[in-house]
T-cell receptor, first 111, second 114 residues
Framework: DQQVKQNSPSLSVQEGRISILNCDYT??????FLWYKKYPAEGPTFLIS?????DKNEDGRFTVFLNKSAKHLSLHIVPSQPGDSAVYFC??????????FGKGTSLLVTP | DTGVSQDPRHKITKRGQNVTFRCDPI?????LYWYRQTLGQGPEFLTY????????KSRLLSDRFSAERPKGSFSTLEIQRTEQGDSAMYLC????????????FGSGTRLTVV
């Protein structure tokens, strides 16, 4: 039972444009959400997070939006750069210590 | 701070053999996690340690799997009687305060069972 879903396996965006990665979740007990970025042959790297009491968190070019009523979050990257090309994972935490990850979205930023 | 270190990076083993992986977390991190990632999937939680205490285990962690963190520093994950379905990337992560930031992952150990 996939509690965190990333329905777009891949996304291609031109350099300089906005990349929007989406994530849906089913468990209303999740209270903390994170985005990780992963390059091949490396472990995931923490990117940005948001608590369920907020609806937006911004860090440089990266902004995460949370819509609790829709159980939806999104990651915006503006402007997109070729170095942003990677797999992006959405993750959520409930009452325990485990993170529940989506299957990832592969982002390709083309020059 | 050299990050989270995992050893070995790759392991090929025959079905039925036992394997052991090691994880060295960031030195001041008291929390340590093991995850497993298969092709096309996100990481799946296996187990969590706070210091030397194993506080949470996933139902994915069958009785063939055992994890230890004897002195609250490095951790080992052992798989006994490996099966082809155990082939995956095994990721270790560590953190100080899980609710305030994401944790730091190692590069993983890729296990191939033939």
């Amino acid at each position: 039972d996939q509690q965190v879903k990333q329905n777009s396996p891949s996304l291609s965006v031109q350099e300089g444009r906005i990349s929007i990665l989406n994530c849906d979740y089913t468990n209303s007990m999740f209270d903390y959400f994170l985005w990780y970025k992963k390059y091949p042959a490396e472990g995931p790297t923490f990117l940005i997070s948001i608590s369920s009491i907020k609806d937006k968190n911004e860090d440089g070019r990266f902004t995460v939006f949370l819509n609790k009523s829709a159980k939806h979050l999104s990651l915006h990257i503006v402007p997109s750069q070729p170095g942003d090309s990677a797999v992006y994972f959405c993750a959520a935490r409930g009452s325990g210590y485990a993170l529940n990850f989506g299957k990832g979205t592969s982002l390709l930023v083309t020059p | 701070d050299t990050g989270v270190s995992q050893d070995p990076r790759h392991k090929i083993t025959k079905r039925g053999q036992n394997v052991t992986f090691r994880c060295d977390p960031i030195s001041e991190h008291n929390r340590l996690y093991w995850y497993r990632q298969t092709l096309g999937q996100g990481p799946e939680f296996l187990t969590y340690f706070q210091n030397e205490a194993q506080l949470e285990k996933s139902r994915l962690l069958s009785d063939r799997f055992s994890a230890e963190r004897p002195k609250g520093s490095f951790s080992t994950l052992e798989i006994q009687r490996t099966e082809q379905g155990d082939s995956a990337m095994y990721l270790c992560a560590s953190s100080l305060a899980p609710r305030k930031s994401g944790y730091t992952f190692g590069s993983g150990t890729r296990l191939t069972v033939v």
